[in-house]
């Protein structure tokens, strides 16, 4: 690069100042939108990979409270564990003794 640095700098100056400088492509939000669409219409794009990038254009459009959830469709759930469930009776009998079972012990 040092080398041919002596011809290649005027060379470039010159055709810089004769054809102008080099913008590139520059495309707007809705411009490069519209592109997505028409590739994903031939086939370069798959629909949700098409869904993610048209969503990521149009992701500076977009504030908080767009995205949020209503508080009416939010819950909370409990970060303690739950109760242990209670003992089952204990069916103990000692020598002698009757079941008697009545329809509250079942409940």
């Keep these: 690069m040092v080398v041919t640095f ?3 700098y005027p060379i470039s100056k010159s055709l810089d100042f004769v054809l102008g400088q080099e913008l590139g492509t520059m495309f707007t939000r809705d411009a ?3 592109l ?6 031939k ?5 949700d990979e098409m869904k993610m990038l048209s969503g990521a254009l ?16 939010v819950f909370m759930i409990s970060v303690k564990p739950p109760p242990p469930p209670p003992p089952p009776p204990s069916l103990i009998f ?14």
């Design 6 to 8: 002596p011809l290649s």
């Design 32 to 34: 490069l939108k519209e």
């Design 36 to 41: 997505v669409n028409i590739q994903s219409k």
């Design 43 to 47: 086939g370069y794009f798959s629909n």
């Design 58 to 73: 149009d992701f500076k459009k977009k504030t908080a409270s767009d995205i949020m959830t209503p508080i009416d469709r």
């Design 94 to 107: 000692r020598e002698g003794e009757e079941l008697s079972v009545t329809l509250f012990d079942l409940v």
